[in-house]
């Protein structure tokens, strides 16, 4: 069986990472989706448990989990027994980044090949990030974000800004 882990902050997931996920599960066996936590990344909107509930509840494909991982993903890998990542690629920034890690991850678990998607053209300018900054200026989200989590989002910022 062949098994691809979907790693990231889903900070909170956004249309552009559901699309990403749907591809790679046609691709794959199972995907795993796994929410990193990492030292760098401190103090997001929401905690990393309550990352992984949004997720579940914006993607219902059979062969997709979400699970959370504080550690390395090539030691996650191992673990699962996976052999490929999966990673988007939006624009050119993000690839030489993206180059970068991968080899990192293959470095450090040989077993471990890094596949990139191309972002769809209708996503290239989504992250996260953009998500949020939209949702605090009131803007409409149903482009950006699943709709069963806008008003988790939306409830979240109203209580940040108390
Ligand atoms: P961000 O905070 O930038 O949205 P994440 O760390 O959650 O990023 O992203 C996880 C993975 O999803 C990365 O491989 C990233 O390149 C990819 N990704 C994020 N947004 C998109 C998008 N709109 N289209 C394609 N891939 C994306």
Known sequence: MKTAIYPGSFDPVTLGHINIIKRAAN???KVIVCV???S???GGLFEPEERVELLRKSIQVENVEVDVYRGLVAEYAKQKGARVLVKGLRAVSDYEQEVQMAMINSKLNPDLDTVFFPSSEKYTYLSSSVAKEMARYNADLSEFLPREILEDVKKRLKANCK
Request: glycine share 0%; aromatic share 12%.
């Open 27 to 29: 691709a794959f066996d």
């Open 36 to 38: 990193m936590v990492n």
């Open 40 to 42: 760098e990344k401190n």
